[in-house]
């Protein structure tokens, strides 16, 4: 079936220096794909989504590009700070025409700032 | 961005009881809900997907009878734990897609719900 692969399972970043996470999606007819951020003992926060219709958007020090035809999607996080040191989930979704609604979640990427 | 909230954010219960949680969207109307189960340190585990006004869609493995979902209105989804047992005990988080205004797509959690069974 689909699936959503995510890397790295964790990554470790000195404060200010960046850090990137990669997802891969099978289901060829995604065309959504939001980025959650999750901490710890709370509820995932969408942080930053992308359509198939751009390749690339930025929010402050948050990016999200996408390749569709790699089917390849990454969240970039500029000049991190502790506070940015949380569980990201990124997630691939198909629309309602595309044969209805479904949504499948990366396992997950446990990021960690030091400051 | 929209709300979902989810009520309790923790709870404590006797094993054999049953247990209540209720997953709101407070500013939009949600035609689908979802619930999943997380356990430490790990994924996003989806038990199941209800969609106002129909039974509830419930993933492989995942008991119907003692996960009982209801989705009665467009705004509030509930999950209620059955004769729980300690094996139970989780973080249960809900989520909700909305509809219409192109955001069709987009899913918001709830803050979560820990459950302990004691």
């Known amino acids: 079936g689909e699936n959503v692969e995510q890397h790295p399972s964790t990554l470790s970043v000195q404060e200010g220096d960046s850090a990137v996470i990669k997802c891969t999606y099978s289901d060829s007819a995604s065309n959504y794909f939001p980025w959650y951020k999750q901490e710890l003992g709370k509820g995932p926060q969408l942080i930053i989504d992308i359509r198939s219709n751009v390749g690339e958007k930025k929010d402050q020090r948050i990016a999200v590009t996408l390749n569709k035809t790699a089917k390849h999607f990454s969240l970039h996080i500029t000049e991190t700070q502790p506070e940015d040191s949380a569980v990201y989930f990124c997630a691939a979704s198909r629309g309602r025409d595309t044969g209805g609604f479904k949504t499948i979640f990366g396992a997950g990427t446990r990021l960690f700032v030091k400051a | 961005g929209a709300v979902v909230s989810q009520h309790p954010s923790r709870v404590i219960c006797k094993s054999g009881t049953s247990v209540k949680i209720e997953c709101r969207s407070l500013?939009?109307?949600?035609?689908?809900m979802f619930w999943y189960r997380q356990f430490p340190k790990q994924s996003l585990m989806l038990m199941a997907t209800?969609?106002?006004?129909?039974?509830?869609?419930?993933e492989q493995g995942v008991e119907k009878d003692k996960f009982l979902i209801n989705h009665a209105s467009l705004t509030l989804s509930t999950l209620t734990v059955t004769s729980a047992h300690p094996e139970d005990s989780s973080f249960y988080i809900c989520?909700?897609?909305?509809?219409?205004?192109?955001?069709?797509?987009?899913?918001?959690f709830g803050e979560g719900s820990w459950l302990t069974v004691v």
């Open positions: 209800s969609n106002e006004g129909s039974k509830a869609t419930y």
């Open positions: 989520s909700a897609r909305g509809q219409g205004n192109g955001s069709g797509n987009t899913i918001y």
């Open positions: 500013d939009f109307q949600a035609t689908t």
